[in-house]
């Protein structure tokens, strides 16, 4: 009898928690359109691993001469020859590097989680550019492209959850995020669109005179005007993608390529609609909460943002989760969160559909 008092006890306390204990998340119903059907393939089977103890290495950038930058986990910024196998570390931000961009000046544009919009200048001085827009402190600055004029295009994923709480921001679906433009001349930073669900990744066009952008927690890439007769205005460049689209590129030609971090989840969905329940979940201790599917997956649009490949492996040796992509010689380059090392896939393997096993590693020391 003691023992039933017991547990009853702990099932009354355990509801209360749930139903009651105070959580900064405040869901807004959300009610999604039914998923495509689930991509098939090992297309990304065949993705050569690039160094190891890299420690999240991610936003992949290359700059003129063909050298590969990426930042990690411990806020280090590298500098990566490929083809000989080099690698040097710059500097570290002291923050978590998320989004880089190379610079006409040989600097390189920064977008730092924790510190905001930065800047490594060719001499290796290290400076923050931007920290807040319109009084807003910056919460999650996650990605980062540069014009042919100089002018810098970021994003602020969440001015409200930091980063390590993105999922925070997905439960509560309160649309925190913003796309932000600087202008190194004016030292100012304007906002150019904002209410946007989770912010991640941006890339300019080919004619710069349009971007697209992430808009994460709704399964949208959504083209933004900044130049031209339609200057301000912003249109659906492609919806209801089957997962979490994490940062984007443009292959300067004729395709963005877009890192899918997971697919979308069934029961989260569910939940989508229903505040009260995502309340719930945003009590739960991080090891009971919804985790995305181990895989790797990379999409391609083309410039009207027609599909035009959509690339899968889910076994356990995925590459995986992708979270940056960028295409570069004949080669599709790869950057993650998580893993370990880089990785890069050759298009030609890609495109043949025909599963391979990866190269060997290749071995940098940093």
Known sequence: ?????????????????????????????????????????????????IGTALDGPEGIAFDANGLLYAGTADGRLLRIDASKGECQVLDSTGGRPLGLAVADDGGLFIADARRGLLKLDAAGNLSVLASSAEGVDFGFTDDVDVSRDGLVYFTDASSKFHYGEQLDDVIEHGRH???????????????????????????????????VVVEMSEYRLTRYWIAGEKAGQREVFADNLPGFADNLSFNGRDRYWVAIYGPRDATLDSLLPNAFARKIIARLP?????????????????????LVADWVYSD???????????????????????????????????????????????????
């Not at 932000?180 to 930073?189: G, M």
């Not at 991080?286 to 027609?306: I, Q, T, W, Y």
């Not at 950057?335 to 025909?354: K, P, V």
Request: hydrophobic share 40%; aromatic share 8%.
């Open 177 to 211: 995020g913003r796309l932000l433009r600087f202008d190194p001349t004016k030292n100012e930073t304007e906002v150019l669109l904002q209410q946007l669900p989770f912010a991640n990744g941006v890339a300019l066009g080919p004619d710069q005179q349009s971007l």
């Open 1 to 49: 009898m003691k023992i039933f008092k017991g547990a009853l006890a702990v099932l009354v306390l355990l509801i209360g928690y749930l139903l009651l204990w105070p959580v900064d998340v405040d869901p807004v119903a959300w009610t999604p359109t039914p998923p495509p059907p689930p991509t098939q393939g090992d297309q990304l089977r065949s993705v050569q691993r």
């Open 286 to 306: 991080g090891f009971l909460r919804p985790k995305p599917k181990h895989e790797a997956h990379v999409m391609g649009f083309d410039l009207d943002g027609k």
């Open 316 to 366: 356990a040796d995925a590459y995986a989760p992708i979270t940056s992509v960028e295409e570069r010689d004949g080669w599709l380059y790869l950057g993650s969160l998580e893993a370990q090392s880089l990785g890069r896939i050759r298009l030609e393997d890609a495109l043949s559909g025909q599963s391979k096993a990866p190269e060997p590693a290749m071995a940098i020391d940093c």
